[in-house]
C-alpha cells in the first residue's frame, strides 16, 4: 500500500534537518529502522493511536521555542548515586561523575560507535523492531535511525547504588535525541534513575532487555520545565523470574507522550509501569502502553493517575494482550483522573485481548473531582481547605507511588508532588 501523501511529506521534511549516522555497530539496526519509517511515514492524526494526540509538535522539521525551560531544581540529592549529565543532549564529562561503577559496564553510543562489534548490537534497535507490532512507532524508528547519543549500559551484578541519568536544558530551541541501551544480565540488578529536561524537544527511545532472575528498578520524573515538548519510548523484554518496575512523575509540559511497551516473554516474570501526573492550563499529557504476555505465571501491572485543572488533557491508553501460552496469567491495570475544574479532561482507551482461558485480568478507567465529603471532614478537622485538597490529592496519587520500592526515592517524589502543589494552588 503507497504511503500518503502527507505522511511522506512530513517525513521528507523532518529528515531534510537530520544529520543521520552511518553506524558502526548500529549501522545494520539503522538502515532497517529507516526501511520501517519510510513505510510508515510520520505519525497522523488518523492513526487509531494518535486520535487523542496531536503529533505535529513531536514531529515537525523544527520545535517550537521552549521559552519556559528552567534550572530544574535538583532532586534525590540525599541519594548516593552516579551521576550522568547530558546537556541539551551532549554529554557533559565536567559535570557527571567517572563512568565506573562496581556491577555495571557504561559506555557512550556517540564513541562505542566506532566499533563494528558491541554487546549493545544484540539490542539496539531489536526491541524497538519488535515493539512496531502490531501498533507502528514511527518517532521511534526515527530515533533508531537517527540517535547519535545514548548510554550503553550492562549490568553484571548488583549495584552497590543507583545510576542516576540527568537531563540538563540551556537553549529554548534545543532538538535532543537520545537512546539508551540497559542489559541486565541473570541475576543483576539496578535501579535506574532518569530525571529533567533533556530540550526544548526531545525524542528519548529506551531499550532494556532483563536476563533470568535479573531486577531492573526505573523511575523518571521528566522534570517542571513547563514549555518543554517530548516524546519517550520505553521497550523492555523481561526473562523468566526477572522483575521490570517503572515509575514516572510528570509535572508541567505542554506536549508528553510516554510510550511503553513491555513483554514478558519468561515464565514467572514479573512488570509493573506506573506514572503519576499532574498538569495545570495548556498541558498535555499521552500514556500509551502495550503489556504482551508470552510466557505462563507472569504478572503485570499498570498504575496510571492524572490530576488535571485549568483546561489540561490528560490521555491514557493501555492494553493487556495475553497469548495462548500464557496461562495463569495475572494481569492489572487501572488509569484515573482527578479534575480539578470543569474545563479539564481525561481520555482513555483501556483494552484486553485474552487468547488463554486461565487468567486473572482486570482493567478500569474512573474520572472525578475530589470527594467534597472528605474535603469537609478534614476542614471540620480545622485543615485548612487548600491544605486539605493537597492532602488528597496525594492520597488519590498514593497507588502510583507505591509502585517505588525504595522509600527515601518515594519520599523525594511526594515532596516534589507537594513542591507542585504549593505553587499550583488556586
Not at 27 to 40: D, E, F, G, N
Not at 301 to 307: G, S
Not at 321 to 343: E, F, H, M, N, P
Request: hydrophobic content about 40%; some cysteine; glycine content about 8%.
Amino acid at each position: 500500500m503507497a504511503l500518503p501523501k502527507a505522511k511522506e511529506d512530513a517525513l521528507a521534511a523532518r529528515l531534510a534537518v537530520l544529520d543521520l549516522p552511518r553506524g558502526g555497530f548500529t549501522k545494520a539496526a539503522r538502515v532497517a529502522a529507516m526501511a520501517r519509517l519510510q513505510a510508515m511515514g510520520m505519525p497522523g492524526r488518523r492513526d487509531e493511536y494518535w486520535r487523542y494526540t496531536n503529533p505535529a509538535l513531536l514531529s515537525d522539521p523544527h520545535p517550537q521555542p521552549a521559552t519556559a525551560l528552567r534550572v530544574e531544581r535538583p532532586i534525590f540529592t540525599g541519594l548516593d548515586k552516579l551521576r550522568v549529565i547530558f546537556t541539551d543532549g551532549v554529554f557533559d564529562a565536567e559535570a557527571s561523575d567517572d563512568l565506573t561503577l562496581a556491577g555495571i559496564e557504561i559506555s557512550l553510543l556517540s564513541q562505542a560507535d566506532a566499533q563494528d562489534i558491541h554487546w549493545a548490537g544484540a539490542v539496539y534497535g531489536t526491541l524497538e523492531e519488535a515493539g512496531q507490532t502490531p501498533v507502528a512507532r514511527p518517532l521511534a524508528a526515527l530515533n533508531t535511525a537517527a540517535a547519535r547519543e545514548g548510554l550503553l549500559i550492562r549490568v553484571t551484578g548488583k549495584a552497590p547504588k543507583p545510576l542516576h541519568i540527568s537531563y540538563r536544558a540551556s537553549s529554548d530551541t534545543s532538538d535532543v535525541m537520545l537512546h539508551h541501551c540497559v542489559k541486565v544480565e541473570p541475576g543483576a540488578e539496578l535501579v535506574l534513575l532518569e530525571t529533567g529536561s533533556a530540550g526544548a524537544r526531545a525524542n528519548v527511545v529506551m531499550e532494556v532487555d532483563v536476563g533470568q532472575s535479573g531486577r531492573l528498578h526505573h523511575i523518571r520524573p521528566q522534570g517542571r520545565a513547563h514549555g518543554r515538548q517530548m516524546a519517550t519510548h520505553l521497550f523492555a523484554r523481561i526473562a523468566s523470574e526477572a522483575l521490570f518496575k517503572s515509575f514516572t512523575l510528570t509535572m508541567n509540559g505542554v506536549m508528553t507522550r510516554n510510550e511503553a511497551v513491555i513483554e514478558l516473554n519468561g515464565a514467572e516474570s514479573v512488570a509493573h509501569i506506573a506514572g503519576a501526573a499532574v498538569g495545570d492550563g495548556d498541558f498535555h499529557h499521552d500514556d500509551t502502553v502495550f503489556v504482551t504476555h508470552a510466557a505462563p505465571g507472569c504478572e503485570s501491572r499498570q498504575v496510571f493517575k492524572k490530576v488535571l485543572k485549568n483546561g489540561a488533557t490528560g490521555v491514557f491508553q493501555g492494553k493487556i494482550l495475553v497469548k495462548q501460552a500464557a496461562q495463569q496469567t495475572d494481569g492489572y491495570q487501572i488509569s484515573q483522573s482527578l479534575l480539578l475544574d470543569g474545563d479539564s479532561q481525561f481520555l482513555a482507551k483501556p483494552e484486553l485481548e485474552i487468547y488463554a482461558d486461565d487468567v486473572k485480568c482486570s482493567h478500569g478507567s474512573t474520572s472525578g473531582a475530589i470527594d467534597e465529603t472528605a474535603l469537609f471532614y478534614l476542614q471540620s478537622r480545622g485543615v485548612p481547605k487548600r491544605a486539605a485538597q493537597s492532602l488528597l490529592v496525594l492520597a488519590f496519587l498514593a497507588e502510583a507511588i507505591g509502585e517505588i520500592e525504595d522509600e527515601r526515592i518515594a519520599e523525594d517524589i511526594r515532596a516534589r508532588l507537594e513542591d507542585w502543589l504549593h505553587r499550583h494552588e488556586s
